[in-house]
DNA sequence: CAGTGAGCGAGCTTCCGCTTGACTT
């Protein structure tokens, strides 16, 4: 008897030392953290690391038949999470669910209960927004059941997503390529762009002449000002244009109406995911996967708020410090508190804006990205809650006379600074926005005289190609893709090959200028660059055949509105109107049907064209996508004849190359003549453009060289420098242990295994002796991993 | 390191959204 009291008591005891009173599960580790310091000690933090369950990974995971009944699995990356949260959730009192309140957040509370086999009546489901301690306190007060039906909503979008995907693509391995891939977000992605270059290809510039005057005049202080003014006509003919100057010459100017119109200017909202990928493209030049590291970075240091949102809000917490800092520093008049609406589509708000985790640093310590990105979201974050700008936008209107045509001026002057004084935001707009002059003081009737007025040619220019930001923007619109997802999905086009990140190095183009000046008018040219790209997205051919073949057969899912309309009916669900397998049924049979029928045509899409004869040979020329790519073939395929391929070049598709253009193409491997005795050949192998000479390859420069123009002795050139480099490359050489300049620096290299040389010692005074002993110190650490190649 | 391009057939590929490490040259 006594022994088992005291069993018991132990029991207890022991029992209370293991167990913990409240086990809080949230999806990212570095927000347990920062939420286990509000809570104190009875609550015990931890984090799911996202979803950990999903549909199983190679099969469909759909049970069509059963209901669309959804097959779930714990991958195995996140076997190790679960178990140990299984533990966990068994040795507590208490579990509180405190995933992110949305679709996906609900979700994996689901998945968490279902997964850990909680007892949903007694688990408790918590949501807050921003990560304060008031929002977390009242939310521990106000615990909720998990929702059923945005559970739901989220199984119908995963279900959607995964049927789409993994029906679609097979029917592209059959009917196109291997391995490529379709999908709801990935392919409307792709064709953005492939409608974007087909709007460039069929963009014919017009151009036009604008003229423009600088005029000069005493006013009534006999001051003498000057006045750049533009004319509001534009000319499409050069002879009007002419015509015009001959009018300015024998006209008289003065000055007309002034009219000065006060104005505001507004802060951006703080930033989201897509704004802070857009401005950091474009102040930083940051590409999108690179701003999200980056920013992971800065969270994980608790520097700013979670990077991934799609939400303007920021906490009451937030606007206070931020106006705080603002007062101490600029003064009361910079302080205006504002909370922004969230208006892109598809929001669900589930964070805060992204903003600085303590306003009052300015500037934090870290590599050179992370102060330029943080301090970028600083600025951004205080600026939204100061002041407007108040500025002056003045317009002179300058009279002609006898002439009813006029000139105008216009200038800004900014009144108050407000915001500006901290950030203002880029656009997009190519060449930069000019920026306003302040204008002279003149008065109405004062007269002018024209020192030179010219007329410029200027042509219209298509619109623009995206990058991955303004992707990004315009994917964000369509309320396509997530925060988590917007760089992924740009990732994942270019990994299939659909679309790459490139330059162009635009051409030239004459421009006519007619200037009078003293009465005299003159006509010159000058040159421009036009069509010139930088790290611009550009659909490639296998993008654009991909894409034709979606938009033929399966129009629904690649209509930009196809999401909005899912969405749609995905809200309905969440708000228990619409049963979800319901939806999802209604859903399929017409999408099945178009699989099958897509999957009945015989035909492959191959884009191939018929581009003319070959004059030399009058055999047919064709352009195709071959195995390896897009392809220019001379004559045609029958037994015992072999046609004549060549690659198309990076910057040519399939839809535009030309005849000539094509025959081109052929013209390599060629000779350019003889060197030293050897016979130096062009040529373009597995790794680009080479010069073979001496039977050795030397590889031409990207974006420098041309395979088709270089000369002989631009080559030659190439070979001394490549022969010059190779003889640097060596340091030192002590047999079976080399010191060698690479890429990265110098290094020893030892049996394939390469050793960091430390910064203290000169590599070029090492002795075999001092390279051992740095062997022996880094050689232990691991052996060279090199990877097979697979062939 | 320095082209392939046909056709057959086995076995593989593939989605979107949540999350962070491993990997390093």
Redesign the pocket.
């Known amino acids: 008897m006594k022994l088992v009291i005291r069993f018991v008591y132990f029991a207890l005891f022991f029992n209370s030392y293991l167990m913990t009173e409240n086990l809080v599960i949230v999806?990212?580790?570095?927000?347990a953290k920062t939420i286990e310091k509000f809570l104190g000690k009875d609550f015990k933090v931890v984090?799911?690391?996202?979803?950990?369950r999903?549909?199983t990974?190679?099969?469909?995971?759909i049970e069509v038949e059963k209901g669309f009944k959804p097959v779930y699995e714990v991958p195995s990356?996140k076997q190790k999470v679960v178990s140990e949260l299984r533990k966990l959730a068994a040795d507590s009192k208490t579990v509180w669910i405190a995933s992110?309140e949305?679709?996906?957040?609900e979700a994996?509370a689901w998945h968490l209960v279902t997964v850990l086999g909680l007892d949903p009546s007694t688990t408790l489901r918590i949501v807050f927004h921003e990560i304060t301690k008031d929002a977390i306190t009242n939310a521990i007060n106000h615990p909720r059941a998990i929702n059923m039906d945005l559970v739901n909503a989220q199984q119908a979008?995963?279900v959607l997503?995964?049927?789409?995907?993994?029906?679609?693509?097979?029917v592209l391995?059959?009917k196109v390529q291997?391995?490529?891939?379709?999908?709801?977000?990935?392919?409307?992605?792709v064709r953005l762009l492939v409608d974007r270059e087909r709007e460039i290809i069929g963009f014919t510039p017009e151009s036009s002449f604008r003229v423009n005057g600088l005029f000069k005049g005493i006013n009534n202080k006999s001051e003498e000002v000057i006045l750049k003014a533009e004319c509001a006509r534009k000319f499409i003919k050069e002879a009007d244009a002419t015509k015009f100057l001959t009018t300015c010459s024998e006209s008289e100017f003065s000055i007309g109406n002034i009219s000065v119109k006060p104005g505001t200017r507004s802060p951006a909202p703080p930033f989201t995911t897509s704004t802070l990928q857009q401005e950091a493209y474009r102040k930083l030049g940051f590409s999108v996967a690179q701003t999200?590291?980056v920013a992971?970075k800065l969270?994980?240091a608790g520097r700013i708020t979670?990077?991934?949102t799609d939400s303007t809000n920021l906490s009451s917490l937030a606007l206070n410090t931020a106006k705080e800092v603002i007062m101490a520093d600029y003064g009361t008049e910079y302080s205006r508190t504002r909370q922004f609406k969230t208006h892109s589509k598809g929001a669900?708000e589930?964070?805060e804006a992204i903003r600085p985790t303590f306003f009052d640093k300015k500037t934090i310590t870290g590599n050179n990205n992370e102060k330029k990105l943080y301090e970028l979201i600083w600025k951004r974050a205080i600026a939204s809650q100061m002041a407007e700008a108040i500025t002056e936008k003045t317009t002179i209107t300058i009279e002609m006379n006898p002439s009813c045509e006029n000139f105008t001026a216009s200038g800004e002057v900014i009144r108050f600074d407000g915001f500006l004084r901290v950030y203002s935001e880029s656009t997009d707009a190519e060449g930069g926005e000019d920026e306003k002059p302040i204008l002279p003081s003149v008065a109405k009737g004062m007269p002018l005289s024209a020192e030179t007025i010219t007329a410029l040619q200027r042509f219209t220019t298509p619109p623009p190609r995206y990058t991955e930001a303004s992707l990004v923007k315009k994917l964000e619109e369509l309320g396509?893709?997530?925060?988590?997802?917007y760089a992924?999905?740009i990732s994942?086009i270019q990994?299939?090959g659909y679309v790459a990140r490139e330059e162009r190095p635009g051409e030239k183009r004459s421009l006519i200028i007619l200037t009078l000046a003293k009465g005299k008018i003159t006509r010159s040219e000058k040159s421009e660059i036009t069509g010139k790209e930088k790290s611009k997205l550009f659909p490639k051919d296998i993008g654009m055949i991909v894409n034709d073949f979606l938009i033929k057969n399966f129009p629904d899912i690649l209509d930009y509105n196809f999401?909005a309309g899912v969405e749609k009916q995905f809200d309905e669900i969440a708000g228990g109107e619409l049963e979800w397998s319901k939806m999802i049924s209604v859903f399929y049979s017409p999408f099945h049907k178009s699989i099958d029928e897509a999957l009945s045509k015989k035909e492959r899409m191959t884009g191939s064209r018929e581009l003319g004869t070959d004059p030399a040979t009058g055999l047919p020329v064709f352009v195709k996508m071959?195995?390896?790519?897009?392809?220019v073939q001379l004559g045609e395929?029958s037994p015992g004849n072999?046609p004549r391929?060549?690659?198309l070049r990076r910057d040519q598709l399939l839809e535009t190359i030309t005849l000539s253009e094509a025959l081109v193409l052929f013209s390599l491997p060629r000779s350019l003549g003889m060197l030293e005795g050897s016979e130096l050949v062009v040529?373009?192998?597995?790794?680009?453009?080479?010069v073979?000479y001496d039977g050795?390859?030397?590889?031409?420069k990207r974006g420098v060289d041309d395979p088709y123009t270089i000369t002989a002795e631009r080559a030659a050139g190439l070979i001394a420098e490549k022969q010059e480099s190779e003889k640097k490359k060596v340091i030192a050489d002590f047999g079976e242990i080399q010191v060698l300049n690479?890429?990265?620096g110098p290094y020893i290299t030892m049996d394939k295994n390469?050793f960091?040389i430390p910064k203290e010692i000169e590599p070029n005074k090492l002795t075999k002796e001092e390279c051992l002993a740095i062997i022996e110190k880094g050689g232990t650490k691991?052996k060279?991993?090199?990877t097979v190649k697979k062939k």
């Open positions: 999806e990212s580790p570095a927000k984090s799911s690391f996202g979803h950990i999903d549909l990974k190679n099969k469909l995971g990356d992110d949305d679709r996906e957040g994996i979008r995963r997503d995964r049927l789409v995907g993994f029906e679609i693509s097979p391995w059959k291997p391995s490529l891939s379709a999908g709801r977000v990935q392919s409307v992605a999200m590291s992971q969270y994980e979670y990077m991934r669900q589930a964070h396509i893709g997530r925060p988590s997802t992924p999905i994942t990994a299939r999401t071959s195995k390896y790519g897009p392809v395929a072999k391929f060549a690659n040529g373009t192998g597995k790794f680009g453009p080479y073979r050795k390859f030397y590889s031409l690479g890429r990265y390469n960091r691991k060279s991993t090199k």
